[in-house]
Each structure stands twice: as C-alpha cells, then as structure tokens.
C-alpha cells in the first residue's frame, strides 16, 4: 500500500487547509484511517481518525472543534479539513491505515504516507 498525503503549505494563523490522502494498489474503504503529526525532535502525535464507513470520528484534544476528518470511499481518499490553524499546528502530517488497537496509538497503524508540511506562519 502508497498512501500519499497532500495539501500542505504555508497559511497564516486563523488560516484554514484541507490535507487529502490517497492510496494506490490497494483500496481504502475497508480501513479505518488515521492522520498523525510530527515536528522536529518530537514524536509523531495522534490528530484524527475515522472508520472504515465513516460513521465514528475520534480527534485529539489540541484539534478538537477545529480540525475534520472525512472519507470519500469512491474516490478512495481520506481528507483532513483544518480550520483556525495556530503555530502550534506547524508540524508534517501523515496519513495511515489503522490496524486494531486505540485510535490514538502510533502502534495501531501500519501503512504511512509520506507526509505533507503544514507550516502556520504571519
């Protein structure tokens, strides 16, 4: 499995982005999916995650009321909105397949993209 994450860039604070997250050779609507974050020297964090269906979506506290996790099974993507964006949310962003185990667990995912730089900035 590739999964590829894209949409980051440069935004100011209060800015908004959408990350989107796509796989080849393999389709993703049997996954639960995942985004993390990481920033120099720090271990990756958990964000977001959503089921196989989307119908449960679970957020870390620090995104909560500003970030929204998505999926369009059709078109085999997986989307992270983020809105109200702070420094703080400077980091690269990844998105993976979830395996089995708590949603917030690095542990419980096994495929990663590469990652996309989201750098919040004035």
């Known amino acids: 499995v590739q999964l590829q994450a894209c949409g980051g860039g440069l935004v100011r604070p209060g800015g908004s982005l959408r990350l989107s997250c796509a796989a080849s050779?393999?389709?993703?609507?049997?996954?639960?999916m995942g985004w993390f974050r990481q920033t120099p020297g720090e271990e990756r964090q958990f964000v977001a995650a959503?089921?196989?269906?989307?119908?449960?979506?679970n957020y870390a506290d620090s995104v909560k009321g500003r970030f929204t996790i998505s999926r369009d099974n059709a078109k085999n993507m997986v989307y992270l909105n983020m809105n109200r964006l702070s420094p703080e949310d400077t980091a690269v962003y990844y998105c993976?397949?979830?395996?089995?185990?708590?949603?917030?667990?690095?542990?419980?995912?096994?495929?990663w993209g590469q990652g996309t730089q989201v750098t919040v900035s004035s």
């Open positions: 993976a397949t979830h395996i089995s185990g708590p949603f917030s667990n690095r542990a419980s995912y096994r495929y």
């Open positions: 050779r393999r389709t993703l609507s049997n996954n639960n």
């Open positions: 959503i089921t196989w269906n989307g119908a449960t979506t």
